[in-house]
Structure formats: structure tokens, C-alpha cells
């Protein structure tokens, strides 16, 4: 392990000299917008937490070396509220003068944020690149410990020491404090270890790969220097397009393969009980006190990452880069379609005046996705989907996974229909998405033959989706009988 330890640093010191820390070490820009790169920085910071708790923590650590890891997730698991009040404490609210879709689309959407975006679904894969094992689960995270601590943050907190010295405004994500918080780490428990050939090689293998993220992260955040923070533009979204109507074909139209029968049943009962769950009996006889739009307004901002983000889950978790086969084409095409509904979603939010009726500015929306517990589940049902599809590449497991979302989302929208039409109904409002309009035509896969192995997996995803979409159900039904949004 000592070896991969010294060829980690030495593929670490090689990007001292990125661009993006001249730029910081320069006196060009003022000390304070240098630090106004934290809106490209947010995807990263604030998903962190989420891959500490989910992805590089063992929930049964089973020996020390487990052990060494959980222990460090911890103590990184607290730093995206360290950001957060970075985030207030520069006026980055006043600054952008986001509202909460504005700061949706900078988190899901925005071209110049992509990169990043794609790279923090690459962190959540980690545990589905590593198969578990916590020889090559530190070697992968230690490079994103060294290029956070000895490259990002000393060259930034260099910047946030220089601006508490003249000013008096200390940062705390930024500054000294992050640094000192991090801690030992594991290094002690596994630099002793001996690896054989095949973990050496395997460990160099995702070094590398995460050396090339990293670099990609600091060419990014460098490119938002040079095109926002130089020129002092702001980011903002793009007027939204005129929605396209999609037509539907079902699938069940076609006679199966009798190997997947079994697994078209098992969808089929797992979306029936679905549709019982007490969220949808809600939905149809909630009585007068809620009206149609007020009961969709009480909800809907709980699935806004579930629905936004399934663009970048699809690109970097279902889609094929270089597809190989007709099946691994329909994935691609399938994928496309559903990452269509995105536009959808925010048509609908804005006709229902979400921004207005929240009044979150970005401080408050980041704060609300990442960092409340009401959020915990959706966030925590992505990193799944994510850890499912990259450790399962061929393509008729990520056609049963896609399927399996697309028929709890098909159950979800055929109740929330009831309540479009009646909003429709009552005046000038069209709902694209809440309506079930937004369905999409599924490719016919059900004829070819699966194995034993893959039946068993897909069996394990399904009831996985909709074990998901349950609880998530909870949480929409208890949100919107408390009014926890406070909807007037």
C-alpha cells in the first residue's frame, strides 16, 4: 500500500500547477471574488455528505480496515454545512438573487456546471468501482482526500486566510478551520497493509480514474472563472422551451420471453400494491378543506431532485458512451425520453407559483435538498439507483431498472392526474407533468431471454424502486398533512 501511497502523491503533486491556482494566487481579481467560485463548488460540497454516508461508509464494518474508513466519513459528513455558511457569509444570496428553481437549474441543469455535475455521479459509483473491498475503497478515496487537502484547499484557504486578515470575515469551509477539522485519517491502519498484484493494479486503475475527475472538476471551475467571476456575469437560466407533447406505447403489449415472465408479474404486483399506498387514497378523497392546487403545491417540491436530476443519473449511470448492441441503444433512446419530463416538471412549477409560495432563496434551497432530513430518502434512493446501474452494466439489467422507475413514476402521475384535471378544470393553468402527459414510449425488450443470475438481480431492483417510492410516499403524504412548507 506504501506504493500506491507515494504513486498517489506523486499524480496529485502533478496538478500543483493548474491554472486555477494561479488564478487564486493572483492579485488581479480582489481577494473576496476569488472566493465567488463557491456556486460551481455547491454540487460537489453539498453532495459530499451524502457520499460519506452512503457510499464510502461500510454499515456493518466487519474488520479494521472497514472500520478506518467509517471513522473518517464521520468527521467529512459535517463539512457541507461548513459551506453553507460560507455561502451566507460572502452574500452569495444577494449576489445570484436566485430563487428556488433558478437554484434547481444551477444544480441540475446548467451547461456550465455539467461537467462537475457528472463527475460528483462518478463519487457516488465508488462503492460499485471498488466491489466492497476496503483495500481498494481507501486507495480510491485517498486521492480525493489529497487533491481536496493538499491541492484545493491549500491553495483557497491561502485566499480565505488573506481576506480574514484584511477584513475580519472568516470563512469557515474555505478558511484554516476546514483543514484543521479533517483530522488523521486512515493512513495509519493501511499503509502497513501488502498488496498483491491484483489489488496493486486494480488500485492504480482508480487512482488514475479519479486523478482524471479531479483535474476535470479543476479545468471546470476554471472555466466558470473565466466565463462568470473575470467577467462578472451571473449565471441564469434559459427561458424555458415550449413543451412537446410524447405519446406511450406499453410494452405489455408483447408476449414475453417465458424466463421473463416471472419478473413481468413480480412489477405487475409490486405496482398494484403501490397504488394502494394511503398517499394516493389522499389524493382522491382529501376532501374540501385542500384544494387540488394547493394539495400539489404542499408536495411536489420533494421530487424536484428525484425528476431534475435524472438527467445527469441517466447520462452517467444508464447511458452507454459508445453503444454495442441494439439493446444498449434502446437503454440510450429510453433514457433521452424520460430526461425530456425534466422540462416538464419546472413548466409545472412555475405555473403553480412554487417560487413565490416557498420564497427559498439558494442558501435556503441548498439547505433544504442536502441537509434536512425530509430530503434524506430521495437523496439516499439516488445514490442506490446510481450504485445499481454502474455495478450492473449490461444493458437488460438497466432496462428492468429503468422500467421499474418508469412504472412507480406511471403509478404516481395516474394519481396525481386527478388533481391536474381538477386544477385545469377550475381555470387557466395547464400542468405538462403533474397531468401524466410526460409519458414516455418504452422500448420492447420483454421477448429476449434472461439467466437465472440476471432474473435474481433485476427481482432485487425492482423491489428495491418501489421499497424507495414507498417511503417517499410517506414523506410527501406527511409533508403535505403538516404543511410543512407552509404553503398559505
Not at 62 to 76: M, Q, S, V
Not at 423 to 434: C, I, K, N, T
Amino acid at each position: 500500500m506504501k506504493d500506491i501511497l507515494n504513486y498517489v502523491e506523486e499524480k496529485v503533486a502533478a496538478l500543483d500547477d493548474h491554472p486555477l491556482f494561479d488564478w487564486l494566487a493572483s492579485d488581479e481579481t480582489p481577494l473576496k471574488e476569488r472566493l465567488m467560485i463557491l456556486p460551481t463548488v455547491a454540487t460537489v460540497a453539498m453532495g459530499f455528505r451524502d457520499v460519506n454516508k452512503w457510499v464510502l461508509r461500510y454499515p456493518n464494518a466487519a474488520n479494521d480496515l472497514e472500520r478506518g474508513i467509517n471513522i473518517h466519513t464521520f468527521e467529512d459528513q459535517t463539512h457541507s454545512r461548513l459551506f453553507l455558511e460560507d455561502w451566507r457569509r460572502l452574500g452569495l444570496d444577494r449576489r445570484l438573487g436566485w430563487d428556488a428553481s433558478d437554484t434547481l437549474w444551477w444544480l441540475f441543469q446548467a451547461e456550465v456546471n455539467e461537467v462537475i455535475r457528472d463527475k460528483c455521479l462518478y463519487f457516488l459509483s465508488i462503492a460499485a468501482a471498488d466491489g466492497g473491498d476496503p483495500l481498494l475503497r481507501f486507495a480510491h478515496a485517498e486521492v480525493g482526500e489529497l487533491c481536496a487537502r493538499e491541492l484545493f484547499f491549500k491553495h483557497i484557504s491561502a485566499v480565505a486566510g488573506q481576506l480574514a486578515e484584511r477584513t475580519g470575515l472568516t470563512m469557515l469551509y474555505f478558511g484554516a478551520h476546514h483543514i484543521e477539522a479533517e483530522g488523521e485519517g486512515a493512513e495509519g491502519v493501511f499503509e502497513s497493509v501488502v498488496l498483491d498484484d491484483a489489488h496493486r493494479e486494480r488500485a492504480r486503475e482508480l487512482a488514475d480514474v479519479m486523478i482524471g475527475v479531479f483535474s476535470e472538476i479543476l479545468d471546470a471551475i476554471h472555466g466558470y472563472v473565466l466565463k462568470h467571476v473575470v467577467t462578472g456575469t451571473l449565471p441564469r437560466p434559459r427561458a424555458l422551451e415550449p413543451v412537446v407533447p410524447a405519446a406511450s406505447v406499453s410494452a405489455d403489449q408483447i408476449t414475453a420471453h417465458p424466463t421473463q415472465e416471472p419478473l413481468r408479474e413480480l412489477l405487475r404486483e409490486r405496482q398494484a400494491r403501490h397504488a394502494t399506498h394511503p398517499f394516493y387514497t389522499w389524493l382522491r378523497h382529501r376532501g374540501d378543506r385542500v384544494p387540488a392546487i394547493k394539495a400539489l403545491q404542499r408536495f411536489l417540491p420533494l421530487w424536484a431532485m428525484d425528476v431534475m436530476g435524472y438527467a445527469d443519473l441517466g447520462r452517467n449511470a444508464f447511458r452507454y458512451p459508445a453503444p454495442a448492441s441494439d439493446l444498449e441503444l434502446a437503454v440510450n433512446d429510453w433514457v433521452a425520453g424520460l430526461t425530456a419530463r425534466a422540462e416538464k416538471f419546472v413548466h409545472d412549477w412555475k405555473a403553480l407559483d412554487l417560487d413565490e409560495l416557498l420564497g427559498w432563496n439558494a442558501g435556503d434551497t441548498l439547505e433544504f435538498y442536502y441537509l434536512s432530513r425530509t430530503m434524506d430518502v430521495h437523496r439516499h434512493h439516488r445514490v442506490v439507483l446510481t450504485q445499481l446501474a454502474t455495478g450492473h452494466p449490461d444493458p437488460m439489467s438497466r432496462l428492468w431498472l429503468t422500467k421499474a422507475l418508469s412504472s412507480a413514476t406511471d403509478v404516481f402521475l395516474q394519481g396525481t392526474a386527478v388533481l391536474a384535471a381538477e386544477v385545469e378544470a377550475a381555470g387557466s393553468l395547464r400542468l405538462e407533468y403533474l397531468s401524466g402527459r410526460s409519458s414516455v414510449a418504452a422500448p420492447e425488450f420483454l421477448g429476449h431471454p434472461v439467466t437465472p443470475e440476471q432474473r435474481d438481480v433485476v427481482a432485487g431492483m425492482i423491489d428495491t424502486v418501489f421499497g424507495f417510492m414507498d417511503r417517499q410516499l410517506d414523506l410527501s403524504l406527511d409533508v403535505a398533512l403538516s404543511n410543512e412548507l407552509q404553503i398559505p
